[in-house]
DNA sequence: CACTATACTGCTTATAAAAGCAGTAACCAT
DNA sequence: ATGGTTACTGCTTTTATAAGCAGTATAGTG
């Protein structure tokens, strides 16, 4: 990150103050006001610096629409939640987080290092429905009969990872979907990680 | 402080979930928009109540102007997990508390007040396994096709409720099981909390 | 020198958002 | 019945706020 102007600095220590004070971010007007800047317009120029530099985001027409980055409210931010996994992109890629959960990784039986809600009920026997949300521990090896998100031909999906010499099967948890066979000899299959909770919401 | 009504605490929730997700808190358009309600006159009406009973506090004429004052019930120690219900004991018994999940009850969509250890298969087709944690909200009242947590002959219970005038049934998600027929003129019913998600970490 | 970044003034304009007013309807308690 | 609370619709008005445009001044840089 590119080091922050002084003012710039003392204008993002303020909005972490009223954060805490108010409960919400200042409005540009009360940012101006509280530094004696007559106009907002510079204000405004901080904050696009801010956001270039990658120290908060400015939501577009929205009220109060600075987002703090760096600085966590909360010491403790909680695990990713990703949405959509767009092909070709990594699947922590900033653009897909959804938000945040508060829940301490260490719930799971193995540490999970983010969230991922399910598309789908290919998987429904194993009791993960359709918008449930996976707690995937990010690593490249799998055991036989883990259930991993596996990207294959750049789509990331949810099976039971299944093992037999070079070939790999992902098999879903449901006799209506096909089992996915793959060669290792000639197609690439990268295990994004193992799933080792699921979290419901929905009900 | 007065108790919420169901509405008061689903918009609590929602306000919480947006300050975590956002940085900053929603819009009374936002609200209305997200519980698809069409006149924001209405959500003003719920906020001003969550504020009369000291949930909230409402700033005049300022944008997103809402400031959550009891700050999450339990911050550090997270939601009580109980383990095995003894008959004729209350459910949060404190010899019941196996541990405490470091989890926000803001995680699902109602409010979750505690976590219930599940025991056998009988909702194995709602995608709730043996050993699952159901994520459970304390209330008596439960709606018709709801997952509830019931105490019948003083044993505790999760099952599906359907009611039809003045008996109830306890349905089970899988065929294995028989449903249970409840007369609520010679038999007591306590529904003890309706089930709002579901966490699994055995995998 | 031209060129860029920082830091500001002083307006205007468009819209986001709160606040107000007048209703309807259901439910509950007295 | 009567009043209170909850829960909503559908408008209008007012103001809070972001965003845009046209400038000024200072300092540093190749």
């Known amino acids: ?3 922050l102007t002084d003012r710039q600095q003392d204008i993002l220590t ?4 009223s954060l805490l004070q108010d409960g919400f971010p200042p409005t540009i007007a009360e940012i101006a006001a509280a530094f004696g800047v007559r106009s907002t317009n510079s204000i405004r120029g901080h904050l696009q610096a801010l956001a270039r530099k990658g120290a908060i985001e400015l939501v577009p027409a929205a009220s109060r629409g600075i987002r703090l980055l760096k600085a966590t409210p909360s010491p403790e931010q909680g695990l990713p939640l990703v949405g959509r996994v ?3 992109q990594p699947i922590l890629a900033e653009e897909h987080i959804e938000g945040y959960c508060r829940l301490g990784p260490e ?6 290092d983010y969230l991922l809600r399910v598309q789908g009920m290919s998987m429904r026997d194993a009791g993960i429905l359709d918008g449930d949300l996976l ?11 883990q259930i991993v998100v596996a990207r294959i031909h750049d789509e990331a999906t949810v099976k039971r990872l299944r093992l037999e010499g ?7 948890a449901n006799p209506d979907f096909a089992i996915i066979e793959v060669d290792l000899q000639r197609e690439q299959l990268v295990i994004e990680g193992v799933v080792v909770g699921v979290i419901r919401s929905g009900l």
């Open 14 to 17: 303020f909005i972490e103050r």
């Open 86 to 88: 767009a092909a070709g």
């Open 135 to 145: 707690a995937v521990q990010r690593t490249p090896e799998a055991r036989n009969g």
């Open 166 to 172: 070079v070939k790999a099967f992902l098999e879903p």
């Open 1 to 3: 990150m590119k080091p």
């Open 107 to 112: 719930l799971f039986d193995h540490r999970a």
